[in-house]
């Protein structure tokens, strides 16, 4: 394929897709997307540390050949206005794997946010955010080490999937009309009115996605969030979905929390990974008190959405909560947080969301070595209290350092491994 803006790397090979499984070459090809607002700033310190981290972890065997893709106002400015160009997502497509930095949304009418728009274009059904405390990071509860889940959200159906009728529309009065004399439902005069889709295709697709991964990374619980206690119909049905693909396709692996009472005493059979559920109001409550009791969690769009940031906010918040956005192979790592614009070039925002995002990546493409590289020097960093403005302000005689001097201090150590 080529391409009228994007430039692939002279060398490296992209990434295939073989037997259900990602081929990847000592020398693949990987997209980026810079963002907007502080995204070109953290891309440049995350490649960096990137680069070293394979450097050192394979000793120049292997390497990365980035290819640059355009997204937000750096695409409109090389595509003429377009802010979304089509051959970015082919891009996405070709090269399999991709990272992204955060994306403004133009205000302006019927604008649909980019992130939003790349999900849905690519399908990339669930939104990974694994939550996990690094040594030394400011945080407000006391025993931060208990906290380590990884959410598998979903990331297409939902309030999200925008089937909504603005209150006084014709559509919406069609719809009331149909609702009130069809199907015997009472609400107010003039309600804005929204539709929830969750389906048993888009459910297990994503449940199957966290199972999976709690098997492969022998994690010992999923946990379905869900408020099937009122919606019945749609988190419910999430949930009974869930025991379903459990118990339809993972019975060798996997027993509900019923099962594990009634016939193991409540003791978990090794190997075992432990289906259970808990209802979303409680599930906020327990992730504060009782974070040690969850591993991996999957839920609907809107709960995740809530839930990712809150489990972050107890081991750093967004400016170091790294996420990804999955197919079934198809993958583009992401910064959670936004494009602050107001600290744009100035050198100064923390990296780590992206920088995490991207030791997802890595772990992604099986290059554990130069992942665990960034996760052993990561917290070295942060005791050495050696961060930017945002930890620097929540920790006592703390040497304040901008986004390239973070990286700085993490290629030091890389190179010292
Ligand atoms: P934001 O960009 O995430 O920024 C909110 C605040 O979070 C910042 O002012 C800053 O707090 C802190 N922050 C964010 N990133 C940080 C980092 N790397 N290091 C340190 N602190 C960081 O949220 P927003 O202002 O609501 O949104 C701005 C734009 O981003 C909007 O156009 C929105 O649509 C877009 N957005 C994009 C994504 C995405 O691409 N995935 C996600 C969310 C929002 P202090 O001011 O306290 O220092």
Redesign the pocket.
């Known amino acids: 394929m080529t391409y009228k803006h994007i430039t692939l790397p002279e060398s490296g090979d992209k990434i295939a897709v073989a037997d259900g499984k990602l081929q990847v070459s000592d020398n693949p090809i990987l997209g980026f997307v810079e963002g907007d607002?502080?995204g070109p700033d953290?891309t440049k310190a995350s490649l960096r540390v990137w680069d070293a981290a394979v450097k050192q972890a394979y000793g120049g065997k292997r390497k990365i050949h980035w290819a640059e893709l355009y997204m937000g106002e750096k695409a409109a400015a090389v595509y003429d206005g377009d802010y979304f160009p089509a051959e970015t997502l082919q891009a996405c497509r070709d090269l399999v794997v991709s990272i992204k930095g955060?994306?403004?949304?133009p205000i302006g009418g019927g604008f649909r946010?980019l992130?939003v728009s790349l999900r849905q274009n690519l399908d990339l059904y669930a939104c990974v955010r694994p939550v996990r405390y690094y040594t030394g990071v400011p945080s407000p509860l006391r025993h931060p080490e208990n906290v380590d889940v990884v959410i598998f959200r979903e990331n297409t159906e939902d309030v999200y999937s925008g089937i909504e009728f603005a209150a006084g529309s014709a559509e919406n009065e069609k719809l009331a009309k149909f609702l009130r004399d069809e199907m015997g439902c009472e609400f107010f005069e003039g309600a804005g009115l929204g539709v929830k889709p969750i389906s048993e295709f888009g459910s297990k697709r994503l449940i199957r996605k966290a199972i999976r991964f709690a098997i492969d990374h022998s994690r010992e619980s999923v946990t379905l969030v869900h408020k099937g206690n009122i919606m019945k119909f749609t988190e419910g049905a999430f949930r009974n979905w869930g025991y379903e693909v459990a118990a339809q396709e993972f019975a060798e692996n996997t027993v509900s929390e019923s099962d594990l009472w009634d016939k193991y005493d409540g003791q978990r059979p090794e190997g075992k990974v432990i289906i259970k559920d808990r209802i979303t109001d409680i599930m906020f409550q327990l992730m504060q008190l009782r974070p040690s009791e969850f591993d991996v969690i999957a839920t609907m769009n809107l709960n995740g959405d809530y839930l990712s940031d809150a489990a972050a906010a107890e081991v750093g918040g967004?400016?170091i909560a790294p996420g990804a956005n999955i197919a079934d192979h198809l993958a583009v790592f992401?910064?959670?947080?936004?494009?602050?614009?107001?600290y744009a070039d100035q050198n100064k925002?923390?990296?780590s969301?992206l920088l995490l995002s991207g030791v997802m990546m890595l772990e992604y493409i099986g290059w554990s070595e130069a992942a665990n590289l960034i996760n052993d020097v990561f917290p070295q960093v942060i005791e050495d209290k050696t961060v930017?403005y945002?930890f620097a302000r929540q920790m006592n005689a703390a040497t304040t350092v901008s986004t390239s001097g973070f990286a700085d201090a993490l290629i030091k150590k890389i190179e010292a491994a």
Not at 334 to 342: C, N, S, Y
């Open positions: 607002g502080i953290i955060p994306l403004t949304t946010s992130n967004v400016g992401e910064a959670t947080h936004g494009t602050a614009p107001k925002v923390n990296p969301s930017t945002d």
